[in-house]
């Protein structure tokens, strides 16, 4: 069924680039997050979307947000992705799927690709926008927009 507008985000543990563990329950609870879960580094839609957060990043920030981008390839992966488009965000290694189970996020084309959601999760840690898209660039105005509502 996966989450709503309204639930309390869960916590998790995943690897970042650097293959240091990043503890999401360190900001639910006091710092508005945006968690947008992609299919795959270094395709088409989803490094367009990266280098979307990443050009809007300083708005992110002066909203006061974190910002972590998930998907199921290797910290490796993640490490040359990030350094290639300059993302100042942490990307994270969700190798087993576990984080985008507990999310809820889904497959397209019949669950042969990873499905594109983006969750805004304000101070509080509740979910306060949760957008399932393909169309990788309309994620970042609409997290952007909720995330300055706060």
């Known amino acids: 069924m996966g989450l709503k507008i309204g639930d309390k985000a869960p916590a998790f543990k995943l690897k970042n680039q650097n293959g240091e563990v990043i503890y999401a329950g360190e900001y639910l609870g006091n ?4 968690i ?3 299919p795959k580094n270094f395709t088409p ?5 990266a280098c979307s957060f990443r050009d809007q990043y300083q708005d992110f920030l002066e909203a006061g947000a974190k910002v972590f981008g998930i998907s199921s390839d ?3 992966s993640h490490k040359r992705f990030r350094e290639k488009h300059h993302l100042p965000f942490d990307t ?3 190798k087993s799927n576990s984080v985008r189970r507990r999310y809820g996020v889904k ?10 959601e983006t969750f805004v999760i304000d101070k509080d840690g509740v979910i306060q926008m949760k957008f399932n ?4 660039s309309q994620h970042i105005p ?3 927009e909720v995330v300055k509502s706060f």
């Open 107 to 116: 497959g397209n084309l019949l669950g042969l690709i990873p499905g594109r």
């Open 45 to 49: 839609g989803c490094t367009a979307q």
């Open 74 to 76: 290797s910290v490796e």
């Open 36 to 38: 947008y879960f992609y």
């Open 92 to 94: 994270l290694a969700d």
């Open 133 to 136: 898209s393909m169309a990788a």
């Open 142 to 144: 609409k997290a952007l």
């Open 31 to 34: 710092t508005p997050l945006i």
